[in-house]
C-alpha cells in the first residue's frame, strides 16, 4: 500500500510535534512556534504524509516559507504539487531533506548555513574595561545606527538612518528584541540582538563589531551576557551561520552543532 496525503489540522498537533521531537535538537525552533501557535489556517498550513497508518512526513506551509521534515529519506515528489499551489518561493529545512527537492523544482538560487544552539553558557568572559548595555531609548538607537554603518556585512541595511531608528524603537517597545552592546569610554564597540522565537527559544543575529576594535573579544563578551541572561529566563538560544571559523569562536561560548540548514529559493 502506498502513501497518502493528508491536510492537519489543530486536532492533530500532537502527532506532528511528536515526529519533530524526534529531532528535538534541530527542530526547537518549529515546535517553539507549533507550541505557542498552534496549528491554524492564518498562521500554517500543516500536510503529512502516511504510510501503513503511520506519520512519516510533514510539509509546513507559513506564509512566507515553507518547511520540510521527515526522519527517514522519502520520496518527496509526492509534495511538489502542493508547493506549487502556494503563494511562496522559498524552502528551508535541514540540508540532506531539502536537497531532495532540487530535481523537482525550478531554482533561483539556494544558501547553505549552519545551525547550533546554546542550553547553558560556558564561564562569563570578563573584560574590566568593558560595560555591557542594553539598547533602551532613541540615543541608544541613534548610536547603534553608528556602529552598524562601520561594518560591511550591515552598512547595506542601515542605508536609512531615520527608518532604522524607527524600527529599533519598535522593537524595545514590542520587547520582541533584546539588544546589548559593549562599551568602553563612550564609544559602542561591539553588538548583539536576541529575537525571541515562542516561550521557549531565541535566535541570536545581528553580532557586529566594527574593524578597529576587532580581535578584543568584545563580541564575545556581548554574546556571552546576552545569551547567559536569555538562558536564565528558561530559553534556548539558536544561532544561524556559514563561516566554520566563526562557529569555532561561538562553541568556546557554549554553542553546539546540531545541523546543516539549507534554504532554496525556487520559480
Known amino acids: 500500500m502506498g502513501s497518502i496525503i493528508k491536510e492537519l489540522f489543530s486536532q492533530d498537533i500532537e502527532m506532528v510535534l511528536n515526529l519533530l521531537r524526534e529531532d528535538c535538537e534541530f527542530n526547537g525552533l518549529i515546535i517553539s512556534d507549533l507550541e505557542a501557535e498552534d496549528i491554524k489556517p492564518s498562521f500554517v498550513n500543516v500536510y503529512g504524509e502516511f504510510e501503513q497508518l503511520k506519520l512519516r512526513a510533514i510539509l509546513l506551509c507559513f506564509k512566507e516559507k515553507i518547511v520540510y521534515y521527515s526522519n527517514e529519506h522519502r520520496d518527496v515528489q509526492i509534495f511538489i504539487e502542493i508547493i506549487k499551489q502556494k503563494n511562496t518561493n522559498k524552502m528551508n529545512g535541514k540540508k540532506d531533506l531539502i536537497e531532495k527537492f532540487k530535481p523537482f523544482l525550478e531554482i533561483e538560487f539556494e544558501s547553505n548555513s549552519y545551525i547550533s544552539r546554546m542550553t547553558s553558557p560556558k564561564n562569563k568572559f ?110 534556548m538560544v539558536y544561532l544561524f551561520y556559514n563561516n566554520p571559523t566563526a562557529g569555532l569562536i561561538y562553541n568556546k561560548i557554549g554553542f553546539q552543532e546540531v545541523g546543516e540548514w539549507m534554504v532554496l529559493g525556487f520559480k
Open 126 to 235: 570578563r573584560k574590566n574595561n568593558v560595560e555591557i548595555k542594553k539598547i533602551q531609548n532613541l540615543d541608544d538607537c541613534y548610536r547603534l545606527h553608528n556602529l552598524y554603518k562601520r561594518v560591511n556585512e550591515y552598512s547595506f541595511m542601515v542605508s536609512d538612518k531615520d527608518k532604522f531608528t524607527k524600527n529599533q524603537m519598535k522593537i524595545i517597545i514590542n520587547g520582541d528584541t533584546k539588544t546589548y552592546y559593549a562599551e568602553i569610554k563612550g564609544d559602542m564597540v561591539s553588538t548583539a540582538s536576541i529575537q525571541a522565537k515562542g516561550h521557549k527559544t531565541a535566535i541570536l543575529a545581528g553580532v557586529a563589531t566594527p574593524p578597529q576594535f576587532r580581535g578584543n573579544g568584545y563580541a564575545t563578551k556581548v554574546v556571552s551576557e546576552l545569551c547567559n541572561d536569555v538562558i536564565s529566563e528558561g530559553k
